[in-house]
């Protein structure tokens, strides 16, 4: 998440992103909110906040408050279907319905107010409080169901009983010849429908070893 940039003002982005929800919205009736799986780590975040306000998927990008936005992403050529959340949670909407999250949890990250970029000494970084929630991803994300030697890493597939399916990439820590350690980065890709994992080179390998083929 740290190479990703913010394009546009706070006040820029939720202006953007309204006109865009208004050109994209699909005719269909939105979906209740009370029968669609909620986001992982929406539920920790909205303890942390304190608001008990979480996002599900397939509800209505235009219900994502606009005090979390903190930027609009690019995907492929378009920019307005894909927002970073204020807690670095990439949303996906590309019919105006969220359809996909992705985080990413690394044991290091920057101090605070420091950029991914500036990066280059050990004084540089702090233990990301967050990395304790790959403790429970047996909890948060389902048991794990594959796994796969993928990209001089892992990737496992863990699906939950609400249909919630995340793709779990697992790497070397970016931050690893600064600390002297060896780490991993764990970056979760979830959807309800597998068409909208990406990675379909791999996705039908992992869904036929969880019994989803």
Do not use: W
Request: proline share 4%; net charge positive.
């Amino acid at each position: 998440m740290g190479a990703l940039k913010l394009v546009f003002s706070r006040r820029a982005c939720c202006a953007v992103l309204g006109m865009v929800m208004m050109a994209v919205v699909s005719p269909r009736v939105a979906q209740s909110a009370d029968v669609t799986p909620v986001m992982p780590f929406e539920k920790y975040f909205a303890d942390q906040r304190g608001d008990g306000k979480f996002l599900r998927f397939n509800a209505f990008s235009g219900e994502i408050p606009g005090k979390r936005i903190k930027a609009l992403l690019r995907s492929g050529q378009v920019i307005g279907d894909r927002i970073l959340l204020s807690e670095d949670v990439a949303v996906y909407f590309p019919d105006g319905y969220i359809v996909q999250s992705q985080t990413r949890f690394g044991k290091y990250i920057p101090k605070v107010g420091l950029k991914a970029s500036s990066v280059v000494k050990r004084d540089h970084l702090m233990e990301n409080p967050r990395y304790a929630l790959v403790g429970n991803f047996d909890q948060i994300l389902g048991k794990e169901c594959a796994r796969s030697e993928y990209a001089n890493g892992f990737a496992a597939l863990r699906i939950k009983r609400d249909g919630v399916m995340s793709l779990v990439l697992e790497t070397s820590g970016l931050y690893d010849p600064l600390v002297d350690e060896q780490t991993t980065t764990y970056t979760v890709t979830s959807a309800v429908q597998s068409v909208f994992m990406g990675n379909q080179g791999l996705m039908p390998e992992l869904l036929l070893k969880c019994g989803r083929g």
